[in-house]
Nanobody
Framework: VQLQASGGGLVQAGGSLRLSCAAS????????VGWFRQAPGKEREFVAR????????FYADSVKGRFTISRDNVKNTVALQMNSLKPEDTAVYYC?????????????????WGQGTLVTVSS
């Protein structure tokens, strides 16, 4: 399966963006999907994940209550709705797919990666 992340851009602090992870060559509901981000000079960090089929979400503490991960099985996509954005959310955001039920907070658990989309939050 090939993944493509999109929806990044420039937004002011307090604003919102909606990222999308689109799949081709496979059915995304058959995979756990995670969102990760990497800020300049920092390691890639876990943001959120959603389980196969049922779509149970799990979030990093830093985004809990502000971000929402969801599936659209008709469109074969996974979205990350980001509200109340902060400058520290600035990063390249990646979606990833894993051949497991729940997914993981660890990037090494994922088998497929999208190319990343840049989110910049200005203060």
């Amino acid at each position: 399966v090939q993944l493509q992340a999109s929806g990044g851009g420039l937004v002011q602090a307090g604003g919102s963006l909606r990222l999308s992870c689109a799949a081709s060559g496979g059915t995304l509901s058959n995979y756990a999907v995670g969102w990760f981000r990497q800020a300049p000079g920092k390691e890639r960090e876990f943001v959120a994940r959603i389980s196969r089929i049922v779509g149970s979400p799990f979030y990093a503490d830093s985004v809990k209550g502000r971000f929402t991960i969801s599936r659209d099985n008709v469109k074969n996509t996974v979205a990350l709705q980001m509200n109340s954005l902060k400058p520290e959310d600035t990063a390249v955001y990646y979606c990833a797919g894993a051949n497991m039920y729940r997914g993981s907070q660890y990037a090494t658990a994922y088998d497929y990666w999208g190319q990343g989309t840049l989110v910049t939050v200005s203060s």
